[in-house]
């Protein structure tokens, strides 16, 4: 969020930096495939990947979302070769695993084909490898090597591609190394999955037993939320009224089984998951502490249609995580008890007050336990001595997925169940749900309230579809909306973050009527651009704007044009 009447220039740059930091990351941090011999690995060593030129078809591998086949052309060598297609959310990653020995090296390699293709090894004990090429038109090697843990006896190696880019393909994927105990084969993939019971926010699920298995993972529409010992489990933290798919897959010491048949579940109408008591359908807007050229205002001031006020910011501390708020003299206030009632009156009217944490200047740090207890520590010392509902993550400089889920977990773990988070990631946060912030909104999901991505200062991204959209259009909220939607996040947990006029932001301002168009669009099917969702999302939470200062400068034009929408939602 920013600060500043006009964003600095710099901002933009340092979005641009971020997104090829991005593309760094994932290249060092995706899981690899190369192993090294633990001891002097000879030209003759025995290929421990099975089927690795892909002539038994996909046999030994597991390819997420049914992304991969095999093709008779082009080969690098034999008569075939593995094609994966990434596709909307899903990089079209092929994986299997292998036995191995602790405390040994190993050597991945592999002959790839494609634009942005991936190899690497997770679950080495030590550190995960991976390789990649960002542009291979002819067949092309990549290689990659590391040494397993202690106590490490499998790891799995894998492929995958890139969001938005067409297939890729691999071929004679070897891993060199001493081969482990392989133990039991992978067990078969469940069979008789059905859905049971259900309540506004959960599912039951049963299967019947597989043979060698040890325990057994759930997915929820792609995405893995739960692993269990036994033939049933409970899916919980689900929004009302909507529909998932289900697949489980067994597991042992061998690796883990392909995917069950899907099923549907439906949870019934009524409470969702996590989020206080903010109304099915509501409108965020950040609340200036400063004055930046826009309408100052006081709490009390701020337009009936907002259900959610983020009062914007707290401040860092020279304590690593601990945050702390001190109320700007030029915001009017004759005392902070004034400021007090005025978030008492907000909430006798149904109205959540959070603190926002971060902004476009925001320094805060969590990156440990130690700063992850200082911030929820602090966050609930700030709630207890103001009334705030609960906080909002508004951090445009990264986070650690690890250290901030823990954070707020330990917040809500204070807090209970009336506590509010809100998030306000940037567009490039949640392109993917490998990214911190994505991640750590799964993570939460449980207890999160809504995701508020902002649309603007952006430039152009890609949708679900894989295709790039640029800011300002209806194509542009709805593509990236179904990112998340399609990624896991519950709709009640998708709102549309948007700057209420011109001056609210550097760029990607759309007039209310593009935002109205694409909560139709979301919710009801209508008034879609080029893009159409498959489905329709009516439990989508509704919509934000930086600010409501900015709004009011501009006559509230922005509010009274989206709030009566968002409110009309089914």
Not at 27 to 34: D, I, P, Q, R, S
Not at 51 to 69: D, I, K, Q, V, Y
Not at 348 to 361: D, P
Request: proline share 5%; glycine share 14%.
């Amino acid at each position: 969020m920013d600060r500043a009447p006009h964003p600095r220039p710099t901002r933009l740059r340092r979005r641009f930096a971020r997104l090829t930091r991005a593309f760094a990351t994932i290249a060092l941090g995706a899981t690899g495939l190369a192993v090294l011999g633990g001891g002097t690995a000879t030209a003759a060593a025995a290929n421990l990947a099975q089927n690795p030129g892909f002539e038994s078809g996909l046999s030994g591998w597991t390819c997420s979302a049914a992304s991969g086949t095999t093709v008779a052309s082009p080969v690098h060598g034999g008569s075939a070769a593995l094609k994966a297609t990434p596709a909307g959310s899903d990089n079209a990653r092929c994986a299997q695993t292998v036995a191995v020995k602790p405390n040994s090296s190993y050597t991945l390699s592999a002959w790839v084909q494609g634009s942005y293709v991936y190899l690497g090894a997770s679950g080495t004990g030590t550190t995960d490898v991976s390789t990649w090429t960002p542009s291979a038109t002819g067949w092309q090697q990549l290689s990659t090597s590391f040494t397993t843990g202690a106590g490490t006896t499998s790891v799995t190696v894998y492929t995958h591609g890139w969001y938005g880019q067409p297939a890729y393909y691999a071929d004679d994927i070897s891993l060199t190394g001493p081969g482990g105990d392989p133990g039991d084969p992978v067990p078969g993939a469940p069979s008789g999955l059905k859905a049971g019971a259900v309540t506004s926010s959960s599912v039951d699920l049963s299967w019947s037993p597989v043979t060698g298995a040890t325990g057994y993972n759930v997915y929820r529409d792609g995405s893995k939320v739960q692993s269990v010992g036994g033939t049933s489990a409970t899916v919980t933290g689900l929004a009302p009224s909507t529909s998932y798919q289900f697949q489980v897959t067994a597991t042992n010491a061998a690796g883990e089984s392909p995917r069950s048949a899907a099923v549907t579940g439906t949870t019934s109408a009524g409470g969702g998951g996590g989020g206080g008591t903010v109304p099915r359908h509501a409108v965020t807007g950040y609340w200036q502490n400063f004055n930046n050229g826009a309408a100052v205002q006081k709490l009390r001031e701020v337009q009936d249609q907002y259900d959610i006020i983020a009062v914007a910011f707290a401040d860092a501390t020279g304590t690593p995580g601990a945050v702390d708020f001190t109320l700007d003299p030029a915001v009017g206030y004759g005392s902070e008890q004034q400021f007090k009632d005025d978030i008492k009156a907000k909430q006798a009217a149904g109205k959540s007050v959070v603190i926002s944490i971060g902004g476009q200047n925001g320094t805060v740090s969590i990156n440990d336990s130690a700063s992850a207890n200082n911030f929820a520590n602090s966050v609930y010392a700030l709630m207890r001595e103001y009334g705030f509902n609960g906080v909002d993550i508004d951090l445009e400089n990264g986070l650690n997925a690890t250290y901030m889920t823990q954070a707020l977990r330990s917040l809500s773990a204070k807090a209970g169940s009336g506590l509010v988070i809100t998030m306000a990631p940037q567009t490039i946060d949640m392109q993917s749900t490998s990214n911190a912030y994505f991640q750590t909104a799964l993570n939460i999901k449980d207890i999160l309230t809504v995701v508020n991505m902002q649309y603007y200062n952006s430039g152009s991204m890609l949708g679900c579809d894989g295709k790039v959209y640029s800011q300002g259009s209806v194509d542009f909220l709805t593509a990236l909306a179904c990112i998340q939607l399609e990624g896991g996040l519950s709709p009640s947990q998708v709102g549309l973050g948007l700057p209420a006029s011109t001056r609210g932001a550097g760029s990607g301002y759309v007039s209310p009527t593009v935002v109205n168009n694409a909560l139709d669009c979301l919710a009801r099917g209508t008034n879609c651009g080029t893009f159409k969702p498959s489905r329709t999302y009516p439990g989508l939470r509704g919509a934000m704007t930086w600010s409501t200062n900015w709004d009011a400068t501009a006559g509230n034009a922005w509010s009274n044009a989206v709030g009566p929408k968002v409110h009309g939602l089914p």
